[in-house]
């Protein structure tokens, strides 16, 4: 079985762009979660989908949102860029149920400049 | 806002010596996972554990869930250098998605 796939894997933007980053979960995992990473702050939930709705989000600005597709297929958006929001960015996906055992993907880089 | 404390945030050993990595909390989690990741890459499961008390082996490494549920352990045997990366525990919520992580314990592992 193909494991989470995103892409790109590295983004270089500057401040005020908006970024999309994509993800597709494993086959049959309808929840895909977002996760930010820096080493300043570790690993921090951003949200969760599960059926293309919402279902739970973390503390961070408007400017952070996703969607998710029919095939489960996830996207985040990342509006007006700033320099602390660079950082490697994780999606994660599960089965629904279970002990909340999530699989990561490889992440994207994210750079503002 | 639940919190998880790990300790150490880094460990440098020589192959072949045993160590153990804590994560604490005040809170109850309905699960406790443990994941290793290596740089560029991202989070891999290790272990979950769901039971307070509860003891899991793999191979070298051991992992125990606290009987209260807000603290766990990882312990690791005789060390080798594949066994270098960071080491992350993560509390679950008893719905949703939402893992709470530690900050992680960098282990290096020299020859």
């Known amino acids: 079985k193909a494991g989470v796939t995103q892409t790109p894997r590295y983004l270089i933007k500057t401040r005020g762009q908006q970024v999309t980053l994509s993800c597709s979960p494993i086959?049959?995992?309808?929840?895909v979660s977002w996760y930010q990473q820096t080493p300043g702050q570790g690993l921090q939930f951003l949200f969760e989908?599960?059926?293309?709705?919402?279902?739970n989000k973390g503390n961070f600005p408007g400017r952070f949102s996703g969607r998710q597709f029919s095939n489960s297929r996830s996207e985040m958006n990342v509006s007006t860029l700033e320099l602390g929001d660079s950082a490697l960015y994780l999606c994660?996906?599960?089965?629904?149920?279970?002990?909340?055992?999530?699989?990561f993907g490889p992440g994207t880089r994210l750079t503002v400049l | 806002t639940q919190l998880l404390e790990q300790s150490p945030q880094f460990l440098s050993i020589q192959e072949g010596e045993n160590l153990t990595v804590y994560c604490n909390s005040s809170?109850?989690?309905?699960?406790l996972q443990w994941y290793r990741q290596e740089p560029g890459e991202g989070p891999v499961l290790l272990v979950t554990v769901v039971t307070g008390g509860e003891v899991k082996k793999l191979k070298r490494l051991t992992f125990q869930f606290g009987d209260a549920r807000k603290d766990s352990s990882l312990h690791i045997t005789a060390a080798q250098p594949g066994d270098t990366g960071l080491y992350l525990c993560a509390g679950g919520e008893t719905s949703g998605s939402r893992l709470t992580f530690g900050e992680g314990t960098q282990l290096t592992v020299n020859p």
């Open positions: 994660a996906s599960r089965v629904a149920g279970g002990f909340n055992e999530q699989f």
């Open positions: 809170s109850v989690f309905s699960s």
């Open positions: 989908y599960f059926s293309e709705t919402q279902r």
């Open positions: 086959s049959g995992h309808r929840s």
